[in-house]
C-alpha cells in the first residue's frame, strides 16, 4: 500500500525528520506547563509514582532469573523487573519535565546507563532460535518486540529530558546511540532476514514503528533515514495486506494497540516527516482496521475476547483519538473521548496504570498530554444493533443502543489457526445489563507452555474446554487452519438479528455423515432473548452431544431452568431432552482472578437421548 504509491526517491524528497520528536522537549517549558494543565490528576499521578521510583531499590536483572524460562517456564519474574526498570525511566523524565525542581535527574541518568549495561534487551522468551530466524544469524543479533521498544524508549526519553542532563550530556547521548545502533537499528538496517519483517502479526508494526521512531531520533542523516524508512514500510504494507478487508484484529482486542495501534506510530511519523505527503490515512481499510477497537467494545471495560485478550480493558484513548483524527472517524474519536470517561471512574484502574508497564512508555505520556483534550466534551455515541463482519466471520449484536442496557452477543467463526489462537470457532459470549453473563475465559498468564504448540492447547482457558461449541462423542475442535467454520451467514432484522454457520469442518470426527450446525438468535422487544442452537446429524447414531457454558456467577439449576445468581437473568432448557449439570472451575491464575474472581460455573448440557440427530436449545431471557 505505501510502496504502491510511494517509491524510495519519494521517500528522500518528502521526508524531513530534523524537527520531528515524538515528545515535547524538556526546554519547552510552555509545551509542558500546558500538557499538565491539560490533565493536572496526571501530572500529579505521574510525580507521586517518580517519588515511589525514588524510594525503590533500582530492579536487578540476573541470570538466575532470566534462566527461569528456560528451566521452569516462568517469563513473569525477570519480565516483572525488565518492564519495571523501563517504566521508572519513563516515569521520571516525564515527572522532570512536569515539576523542572531536578530532584529526579540522578535517578534518570543512572538509568539510561543501566538499560545501555544490559547484557541483552531481548527478554528470555524470545531468546530463542524461532525468533532469530535472521540471514547470517551468528552476524546479527535478535531484535525481538523489546529490544525495539528500548531502542525507542532510549532515544524518546533522552532526546526528550537532554538539556536538563548537563554537564555529562553528550557521554550519555553517544552511548545511547552505540547501544541502539549496535543492538537493533543497524542489524536491520542490513538486511538480516527477521521473521517479523514478513508483517504477520503484531511484530511487524510494533518492531517496525519503534525502529523508525528510534532512526527518526538518533540518525541526522535525511537519506538514510528515508531510505530506512522505505525499507520497513515494505513490513507494514505486508501487514496490512495479512488483514481481512473488514479490519478485524484476529489477535484480539488486547493486541489492537500493538497492531494496528502501532501501525498508527509508524503512519503518523511518516505523516509528521513529511508534512502529510506520505499517507495512506485515507484508504478504506486502514480506517476499518482502526474502527474495529470499537465494533469490539461491549459495555464498560469489556470487549469481546476472542483470542490471547481480556475480557476487561482499557486501549488508550489517545492512540484511538489520534487513530480516528488521522482517518476522519468520528467514531474513533467520540469513541476515545468515552474510554477517557471510564478511565477517570476508574481510580482503582488508574492506581494500577500508574504503576504498569505501558505508563512510562514514551507513547503512552505523548497521547496521554498531547493528543487528546481532556476538556473536550463527549457526545452521544451510538452503536449499531448489528455489526457483521463477515471476512474474518465475527458479529456483535445489541437488543438497544445503550450498551448498559439489554442483550449484547458476540460470536465468531474463523478457522483454528489465527493469530493468538484458541480452538473456539462458534464461541459465543452473552452479556446483559453491562454484566458478563457467558464467557469467553480469555487468557492467563503467559508462560513457557503458551506458546508451545504441544502444549497450547491443553492450558484450559486457551483450548476446545473451556469454550462452548459442542462436544461430539468427546471429541473437542482441533487447532489447525482446515478447522474451520462455513456458511457463516447473519440475518438482521429490527426485531431479529440471527447468526449461523456450519461447525462440522471444525473437529476431527470419524463419523459417517456427520454435520453440525449452530445459531444464535437475538429477539428485540417487550421480551427479549437470546437463543442459542446447536443441530447436530449422522448416518448413525451420536454416542454423546454436550454443550459446556461458562459463567462468573453462581449458578441455581432446577427442572428446565437454571438461575443465574445476582443478575436478572435465567436459562431455560427442555430438561426431558437435556441433562444440566453445574461445576466449579476454581482459577489458579493471578490475571483470571483478576477477571473474574477466585472461581467459574461451568453449566455442562447434555442430550439425554442422542440419536442420529440431536439438538441443544438453550434459551437465555429475563
Not at 521498544?149 to 526528550?160: F, G, I, K, P, R
Not at 455489526?387 to 474474518?392: E, G, I, N, Q
Not at 453462581?554 to 443478575?567: D, P, W
Request: hydrophobic share 35%; with cysteine; net charge negative.
Amino acid at each position: 500500500m505505501l510502496q504502491d504509491r510511494y517509491s524510495e526517491t519519494d521517500f528522500i524528497n518528502a521526508l524531513d525528520h530534523s524537527d520531528w520528536s515524538l515528545l515535547p522537549n524538556y526546554a519547552q517549558a510552555d509545551a509542558w506547563r500546558a500538557a499538565a494543565q491539560n490533565d493536572p490528576s496526571y501530572t500529579e499521578k505521574m510525580i507521586a509514582s517518580a517519588e515511589e521510583a525514588l524510594a525503590e531499590e533500582w530492579p536487578r536483572l540476573n541470570l538466575s532469573l532470566f534462566s527461569e524460562f528456560e528451566l521452569i517456564g516462568n517469563r513473569n519474574n525477570y519480565e516483572a523487573k525488565y518492564f519495571r526498570r523501563r517504566t521508572n525511566l519513563g516515569i521520571c523524565c516525564a515527572a522532570e519535565c512536569l515539576e523542572r525542581k531536578g530532584r529526579f535527574i540522578s535517578y534518570i541518568i543512572d538509568g539510561f546507563w543501566s538499560l545501555c549495561e544490559e547484557s541483552t534487551w531481548v527478554i528470555p522468551a524470545h531468546y530463542r532460535s524461532k525468533f532469530h530466524s535472521a540471514k547470517n544469524s551468528d552476524q546479527y543479533p535478535i531484535v525481538d518486540l523489546f529490544a525495539a521498544e528500548t531502542a525507542m524508549v532510549l532515544s524518546s526519553l533522552y532526546q526528550c529530558i537532554s538539556p536538563a542532563l548537563e554537564p555529562i550530556q553528550k557521554r550519555v547521548e553517544q552511548r545511547i546511540n552505540e547501544e541502539i545502533n549496535r543492538r537493533v537499528l543497524e542489524p536491520v538496517e542490513a538486511g538480516a532476514t527477521y521473521w517479523w519483517l514478513n508483517g504477520t502479526n503484531n511484530w511487524g508494526p510494533w518492531i517496525a514503528s519503534n525502529c523508525l521512531m528510534s532512526a527518526a531520533t538518533i540518525w541526522p542523516d535525511k537519506e538514510r533515514f528515508a531510505k530506512f524508512a522505505h525499507y520497513l514500510s515494505e513490513c507494514i504494507d505486508k501487514f496490512i495486506g495479512h488483514y481481512k478487508e473488514d479490519g478485524v484484529c484476529d489477535e484480539g482486542p488486547g493486541y489492537w494497540g500493538k497492531a494496528p495501534g502501532a501501525m498508527l506510530h509508524f503512519l503518523d511519523c511518516l505523516f509528521e516527516c513529511s508534512n502529510g505527503q506520505l499517507s495512506i490515512f485515507n484508504q478504506e481499510k486502514i480506517k476499518r482496521m482502526g474502527e474495529y477497537i470499537v465494533h469490539a467494545h461491549l459495555c464498560g471495560n469489556n470487549f469481546v475476547n476472542f483470542a490471547d485478550a481480556r475480557a476487561r480493558m482499557f486501549p488508550n484513548p489517545g492512540v484511538v483519538y489520534r487513530y480516528g483524527e488521522r482517518c476522519d472517524s468520528v467514531l474513533m474519536q467520540d469513541f476515545a473521548l468515552h474510554i477517557r470517561d471510564l478511565r477517570k471512574k476508574s481510580s482503582e484502574f488508574d492506581d494500577k496504570k500508574r504503576k504498569g508497564r505501558a505508563a512510562g512508555q514514551p507513547e503512552a505520556i505523548v497521547s496521554r498530554l498531547c493528543w487528546l483534550d481532556y476538556k473536550q466534551e463527549l457526545g452521544t455515541i451510538q452503536k449499531p444493533l448489528c455489526v457483521y463482519l463477515p471476512d474474518t466471520q465475527v458479529a456483535v449484536l445489541r437488543e438497544t443502543q445503550d450498551q448498559d442496557k439489554g442483550f449484547i452477543v458476540a460470536i465468531k467463526g474463523g478457522h483454528n489457526q489465527e493469530n493468538h489462537n484458541h480452538n473456539d470457532i462458534g464461541q459465543c459470549i452473552i452479556y446483559h445489563d453491562a454484566k458478563p453473563i457467558f464467557i469467553d475465559v480469555g487468557v492467563g498468564t503467559y508462560s513457557r507452555d503458551t506458546f508451545n504448540p504441544d502444549t497450547r492447547y491443553g492450558i484450559w482457558p486457551i483450548g476446545a474446554q473451556s469454550h462452548n461449541p459442542p462436544v461430539i462423542n468427546g471429541i473437542k475442535q482441533c487447532d489447525g487452519e482446515e478447522f474451520k467454520a462455513t456458511e457463516f451467514n447473519c440475518s438482521d432484522t429490527e426485531q431479529v438479528t440471527c447468526i449461523s454457520m456450519n461447525l462440522k469442518n471444525a473437529y476431527k470426527l470419524d463419523v459417517p455423515g456427520f454435520d453440525l450446525n449452530r445459531e444464535c438468535r437475538l429477539e428485540r422487544g417487550q421480551n427479549p432473548s437470546v437463543e442459542l442452537v446447536d443441530s447436530c446429524s449422522a448416518d448413525k447414531a451420536i454416542e454423546q452431544f454436550e454443550v459446556n457454558l461458562v459463567t462468573p456467577y453462581t449458578c441455581t439449576v432446577e427442572e428446565g431452568t437454571v438461575l443465574i445468581e445476582e443478575t436478572a437473568v435465567k436459562l431455560e432448557y427442555d430438561a426431558q431432552a437435556i441433562d444440566c449439570q453445574a461445576s466449579i472451575k476454581e482459577m489458579d491464575d493471578d490475571l483470571l482472578k483478576d477477571q473474574w474472581g477466585e472461581s467459574l460455573t461451568v453449566l455442562s448440557f447434555t442430550c439425554k437421548n442422542p440419536d442420529k440427530h440431536c439438538e441443544s436449545r438453550l434459551r437465555i431471557t429475563v
